[in-house]
């Protein structure tokens, strides 16, 4: 999954003459503020941390009340969403109209029905509702699914990321891994633009409100037999 990485930063952490006692568990009480939440700083969220002290004496800065200064470095996972960026999160809720996920356990996502290609259509299969794509019958996104999606937007105040399921690239994890490729050989898109053709045409085929069924060649040979009989 795209978004995650890894940054080595030196830092100072200032503390109260206080927790001179005991330095170590305080200066990890100040780190551990910064977890799941949205850094400026580090342009993301922080995951997690280690630290090495760089030096064995603290600087004291002077004033009414003077603070000790003490360097360290800080390894850290950091969770930096972009847009187009590929993510991936687990669907916890599913209705006609959107897809919502959580992503790493924390943030929430949500794939509206805007960013939804026409190829995964809504149903209410076995007392649940599902996406199911109409050409890869075992492409399925249900509640409690991984589905993989590109980022649209994140708002950094909340951790809410927008996405989007519309490049053929995103969808249900389990499936993209198992068959994206092959699914991407030129007979399976040979196959595919014919099963779209098909699904356009009855879509547009339409006469008083009604889709009219298609008519293969078969029927056609079939009716013209008949028409013969008749004159006869």
Sequence with gaps: MEGLSKSVADLIVYEHPSQSKDVDKAILRELSSLLFKYSQAFDGVVLAYSVEPQDKCARILSGVRPYFGVRLQANMLIFSPKPNMLLEGKVVKLTRESIHCIVLGFSSAIVTDENIRNELKYKFKHGEGVYVSRYHKRHVIKVGAVIRFVVKSLDE?????????????????????????????????????QNEEEVEMQELVTVGGETLPLVNDHEVKRSKKRRRAEDQ
């Design 157 to 193: 105040e909340i951790l809410h990321i927008s996405g989007s399921l519309i490049p053929a690239n995103t969808g249900s994890v389990h499936w993209l891994d198992k068959y994206y490729a092959d699914a991407g050989t030129d007979s399976n898109k040979k196959a595919r633009r």
